[in-house]
């Protein structure tokens, strides 16, 4: 992989966070790009080409990410530029935001759960 290792900090941070693996490189080789190809990420973020689709496909499901088809000469694959569809810092806030909710669900069934011991 070519990511800095700023970036492989921040998409294992997010990998620990419940992003899947793909997700979380994507994302990290996405953020401060203009637009980026499937085979651009494949070769810098290290994923194969089937872990890319299917991380754009979530990261589109989310509207965290616009896909625009490109001209291709020849044949073979078609290529697709993507583009982060919101600020990268609101992307973070949103993943935060689940974390906090998992945390508060987490804290609830600990208090739930305690109610039923015996002294």
Do not use: C
């Amino acid at each position: 992989m070519t990511l800095t290792e700023e970036a492989n900090k921040l998409a294992k941070i997010l990998i620990v966070s419940n992003i899947p693996r793909s997700v979380a490189y994507t994302l990290v080789y996405t953020r401060g790009k203009e637009e980026v190809t499937s085979i651009e990420i494949e070769r810098e973020a290290g994923l194969r080409q089937p872990e890319v689709s299917i991380a754009m496909q979530w990261l589109r499901r989310r509207g965290w990410i616009n896909k625009r088809n490109m001209k291709k000469e020849g044949k073979g694959r078609p290529v697709h530029g993507y583009r982060l569809s919101k600020d990268f810092d609101e992307i973070l806030e949103e993943i935060i935001q689940d974390l906090t909710t998992q945390i508060d669900d987490i804290k609830k069934n600990i208090q739930d759960l305690a109610k039923f011991k015996t002294a």
